[in-house]
């Protein structure tokens, strides 16, 4: 978190005196007002920076605030107390190692957005230096605990079907020993190092339904961490993976496979044992067949996740053309071509 200097932003000493403050910031107010600096990249920044400025230094408490604690930030900061800093860190790197995931909670922040900076709400936030009662107070609200989110690989049959599975997870725990205070007797918590909270692994078991694709999030409510103060639990999402099938690519709701046709069946016709995600049926293969020709077959693709519909198998005709011709299928080939030729 960045340390603001206010009175270098408002360009006046350390020792500035009420009048000084207000004509400074009544010069910079009109030269940045976004009124005036439409469409100006920074004034807006430069317009709240030098608001936040005057709401601190016009106030004799919040000045001599900003003075006390403005001065030793850097070491303030490393020391917060309450382990704020700390546990809004843990927070974000939690989260930015799933990408795209979790639904973020931003319930440890005390304040809404007021337009000041995170330094300004952090040095007047009510737990920011201020007695242990106040501090409490916050901390006796009731908290939504964490959510989890796993990875998980599933053959593409399970998500055709839907399949259940079992699961080991790590799961954060209030801790028993001192029923999530923190504090044991005198002294912080032995047992979970004064955070409240411990490690627990737990086994799940988790249906998930037929239609989910690569990217599906499946929910399990309430099986998060525990809330706290009589909040509500986290969640615990499953984030699927569908492993690739090498018969058979996705496409939206339809399933997309190839299948290799005889050259004689492409010419004359036959069948084509076609593999289904259901198991193998047996396709029709029309007179003249074309390499490349798709067939379409009803409802053998991926269910919806609503589970209403299914999409089609769309199975694309690959002829297979001989190379390996023997001396009498060579001269076979050589009479069907004279044939064709003296009839065209
Ligand atoms: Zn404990």
Not at 186 to 196: E, H, I, Y
Request: proline content about 6%; glycine content about 12%; hydrophobic content about 30%.
């Amino acid at each position: 978190m960045e340390f603001k200097d206010y009175y270098q932003i408002l360009g006046i000493p350390r020792d500035a005196d009420e009048k000084q403050i207000k004509t400074a910031y009544r010069k910079l107010a009109r030269q940045y007002h976004p009124d005036v600096n439409k469409g100006q990249a920074g004034s807006e920044d430069r317009f709240k920076e030098v608001n936040e400025a005057y709401e601190v230094l016009k106030d004799p408490d919040k000045r001599a605030k900003y003075d006390r604690f403005g001065a030793d930030w850097e070491r303030y900061q490393h020391a917060a107390p309450g382990g704020q800093a700390d546990s809004a860190q843990d927070f974000s790197s939690w989260y930015s190692g799933s990408p795209g995931g979790g639904r973020v909670h931003y319930e440890y922040r005390t304040t809404g957005d007021t337009g000041f900076s995170d330094f300004f709400e952090t040095l007047f936030s009510e737990n920011f230096g201020g007695r242990t009662s106040t501090r409490s107070r916050v901390r006796n609200q009731p908290q939504r605990g964490d959510d989890f989110e796993y990875p998980v690989e599933i053959p593409l049959r399970d998500a055709v079907n839907g399949t259940s599975r079992r699961f080991d997870v790590q799961i954060k725990e209030r801790c028993p020993s001192c029923e999530g205070s923190g504090m044991n007797g005198r002294g912080s918590c032995l047992a979970c190092g004064g955070s409240g909270i411990v490690p627990k692994n737990r086994t799940i078991e988790v249906q998930i339904p037929a239609g989910v694709r690569t990217g599906s999030r499946v929910r399990v409510a309430g099986q998060g961490s525990p809330g706290q103060n009589g909040g509500p639990n986290g969640d615990i999402y499953l984030r699927i993976t569908v492993k690739s099938d090498g018969r058979f690519e996705v496409d939206g709701n339809n399933l997309r496979t190839d299948i290799k046709v005889p050259l004689y069946d492409a010419v004359l016709g036959g069948e084509a044992i076609v593999p289904t995600v259901d198991g193998s049926v047996a396709l029709t293969i029309p007179p003249g067949t074309q390499s490349g020709r798709m067939f379409r077959l009803r409802g053998k693709g991926m269910p919806s996740l609503s589970g209403k519909e299914r999409g089609d198998l769309l199975a694309r005709a690959m002829v297979q053309v001989p190379t390996d011709l023997s001396e009498e299928e060579r001269n076979l080939f050589e009479e069907l071509r004279s044939i064709r030729n003296t009839n065209s």
